[in-house]
């Protein structure tokens, strides 16, 4: 029995396949790569959603703030000092908002490019 | 073999470290016999080519929750059978399965007489395309990485005593084809 368990691994052994794709390396490193990159875009958005997060409560917590204590700086009135606020809040939100968008749309391209 | 572990840990140590380069490494030495796994239950080269990359980016993909408790190979082939599975059963392909009784009583000694033969690696390789997939899986495992039947369990989940079973009757399997295939060339 010994004997044949040592032809047939010997035989066995001389029918072991080679990939017959000679591209393979190339192909799962390029694949290796893309998981690379999409991971970091995930991160990205990761991050883009907390800070984002983030700042919007702080956002309309000082407008809050300067609506209910009637804050002025410098002889600005608080009526104007929330124009202002607000103005920023809307356009920090606005640039947020497009550059998320472009993230993830890029991940998306990354998908189904993959 | 333990230069060649040694070698993988520092492979490994690197990959974790975020060097995907170093899964080239992975990738060169494993490729041959992720292809081989695949092909035994695809049945299909370019299916079985594809099925590997597959498993290698899954590798890559989780190498992280790899415990290192088991040896890589053990890790990784299993990842490539559950993906060779998961295509199958994808594809709902057919197989073409070599369902004649081939429980006939044929002594083992037979297969000194069939193995001796020149043209052992062409016959060999289209008996494994016909062979059931659990059974040149088992096979192949068995005989070509020598692996222990404790590794194949680990590997496929049978059970030990079943995997024994399967062994025995893929090897009268693999004979039988190899004879009828040889009756047919004559």
């Not at chain 2, 070509?144 to 680990?154: A, M, P, Q």
Request: charge should be positive; hydrophobic fraction near 45%; include cysteine.
């Amino acid at each position: 029995m010994e004997n044949i368990d040592s032809r047939l691994t010997k035989a066995l052994r001389q029918s072991k396949l080679k990939m017959p794709y000679a591209d393979f390396e190339a192909q799962v490193m390029y694949k290796v790569n893309k998981e690379v990159v999409r991971k970091s875009i995930l991160r990205n958005i990761k991050y883009a959603f907390i800070f984002f997060s983030i700042f919007l409560l702080l956002g309309l917590f000082i407008n809050s703030q300067v609506y209910f204590q009637k804050i002025t700086i410098k002889g600005i009135s608080h009526q104007l000092l929330i124009l202002i606020f607000q103005a920023v809040f809307v356009l920090c939100f606005v640039m947020q908002i497009d550059y998320m968008l472009g993230i993830i749309k890029d991940e998306t391209a990354n998908i189904f490019d993959s | 073999m333990a230069n060649s572990q040694d070698q993988e840990l520092i492979y490994l140590k690197r990959l974790t470290d975020g060097d995907e380069s170093a899964f080239r490494y992975f990738i060169k030495t494993y490729q041959d016999m992720a292809f081989t796994i695949a092909v035994s239950i695809v049945k299909d080269d370019f299916i079985a080519q594809e099925v590997a990359q597959d498993a290698f980016l899954k590798a890559y993909k989780g190498i992280k929750s790899f415990n290192q408790q088991s040896r890589f190979k053990t890790w990784f082939y299993t990842i490539v059978m559950n993906e060779s599975l998961l295509r199958v059963k994808k594809l709902k392909k057919e197989f073409l399965s070599f369902n004649e009784i081939y429980e006939a009583d044929i002594p083992d000694g037979d297969f000194s007489n069939v193995l001796d033969e020149s043209d052992n690696v062409e016959l060999i390789n289209s008996a494994f395309k016909l062979m059931l997939p659990n059974e040149s899986l088992v096979l192949r495992l068995f005989y070509l990485e020598e692996e222990s039947i404790r590794d194949i369990h680990t590997i496929t989940g049978l059970s030990e005593a079943n995997i024994k079973v399967l062994l025995h009757r893929a090897r009268k399997s693999m004979l039988h084809i190899i004879q009828r295939q040889k009756r047919v060339k004559q």
